[in-house]
C-alpha cells in the first residue's frame, strides 16, 4: 500500500479551492457586467422614450413631425406578423424533431441531416432575407405581404425550434416509452400521450427564443422591402404591412434628435410586446412542467 502525503493532499485541495474562488469571482463580475450593461441600456431607453408613450403613440399612424408620430400600423403588423409566425414554426419544428428522434433511423444520411439543421441555426438572418425574397416574393409572387415575411421569418427561426425540441425529446426518460408500450399503446400513442408533454418545457424554452429572435429581426425584412411608413392596417396575411423593428429603424436613422426619443419609446413598446409574448409561453411551460 503506498504511502499518502497528507501534506501534499492538503496543498492540492487548497490550490483547488484558490482556482474555485477565482472562476466564481470570474462567473460574478461577468453576470454584473451584463446586469450593468443591460441596466444601462433600460434606463436611457426609459430615460429618453418615456415622454413620448402616450395613448397617442399607440394610436396615431407615422408622421413626418415626431410629436405626431405613432406605432399603431407598426404595432398590429408585428401582431399579424406572430400569427404567421408561430403557427409555422412551432408546427414544422416540432414535427421535424419528432422524426428525427422517434421514426429516423441512426445512419449516415440522418446524422447529415441533423449536424446541417444545427448549422444553420448560425446562418445570419440577412441570409435567409435573400432566400426568403427570391423564392416567396418573386417566384410566388406573395409581394411585400405578412404571409411572404412570416415564412421568411419561419425559416429563419425553424433550426433554433428544431434543435431545442430534439434536445427535448431526447431527455425523456427512455423508462416512460417502455412503460407506454408495456400498457399496450402504440408508437403514435406513446409520443402524443408521454413524449410530448414531458418534453414541452424543453420545446417552449427553445421556441421563446426564436419567437423573441423572430419579432426583433430587421435584416430579412429591409431585404424583402417592407415598407417603414404606412397609414393603413393589414386586413389578411396578403396585405403589406409594417412591423415595429422596421418602425423603429426607420426612427433611430433620421438626423432629427426627436425621432431619436420617439425611437426609444417603439423599442419601449417592442420590448412590453415580447415580453407578454414570452410570458404566455413561459406560462404554459410552468403548467407543464408542474404536471409532468
Known amino acids: 500500500m ?22 466564481k469571482i470570474v ?21 429618453q422614450g418615456w415622454g413620448y408613450l402616450s395613448a397617442d403613440f399607440i394610436t396615431n399612424f407615422a408622421s413626418r413631425f415626431p410629436e405626431k408620430a405613432g406605432i399603431k400600423a407598426a404595432l398590429i403588423g408585428s401582431m399579424w406578423l406572430m400569427v404567421v409566425v408561430a ?22 444520411l440522418n446524422d447529415f441531416i441533423r449536424m446541417n439543421i444545427s448549422n444553420l441555426a448560425g446562418v445570419p438572418s440577412i441570409v435567409f ?22 415564412l421568411t421569418m419561419s425559416l429563419l427561426i425553424l433550426p433554433v425550434i428544431i434543435v431545442a425540441a430534439q434536445e427535448a425529446i431526447r431527455a425523456v426518460p427512455k423508462e416512460l416509452r417502455e412503460a407506454s408500450y408495456g400498457m399496450g399503446a402504440t408508437k403514435w400513442q406513446t409520443i402524443l400521450k408521454v413524449v410530448l408533454p414531458s418534453a ?16 426583433g429581426e430587421t435584416a430579412p425584412l429591409v431585404v424583402l422591402g417592407i415598407p417603414v411608413i404606412v397609414h393603413f392596417l393589414p386586413n389578411g396575411i396578403l396585405s403589406e404591412f409594417t412591423a415595429l423593428p422596421m418602425q423603429i429603424f426607420d426612427w433611430a436613422k433620421r438626423p432629427q434628435e426627436e425621432f431619436q426619443y ?10 412590453t410586446f415580447l415580453v407578454i409574448l414570452n410570458s404566455i409561453a413561459v406560462f404554459i411551460r410552468n403548467k407543464f412542467q408542474n404536471r409532468y
Open 2 to 23: 503506498k504511502y499518502v502525503d497528507h501534506v501534499q493532499v492538503v496543498k492540492r485541495m487548497n490550490g483547488r479551492l484558490v482556482v474555485n474562488k477565482m472562476f
Open 200 to 215: 414541452v418545457p424543453g420545446i417552449l424554452t427553445g421556441s421563446i427564443l426564436a419567437l423573441s429572435r423572430a419579432v
Open 129 to 150: 432575407g435573400l432566400l426568403g425574397l427570391t423564392i416567396f416574393v418573386r417566384s410566388l409572387a406573395l409581394g411585400k405581404s405578412v404571409l411572404a415575411a412570416g
Open 87 to 108: 403557427p409555422i414554426s412551432l408546427l414544422l419544428g416540432v414535427g421535424t424533431a419528432i422524426y428525427l428522434e422517434e421514426y429516423a433511423k441512426q445512419n449516415r
Open 27 to 47: 462567473f460574478l463580475l461577468a453576470t454584473l457586467f451584463a446586469l450593468a450593461a443591460l441596466g444601462v441600456l433600460v434606463y436611457r431607453m426609459f430615460d
Open 262 to 271: 420617439v425611437a426609444a419609446a417603439g423599442i419601449l413598446v417592442l420590448m
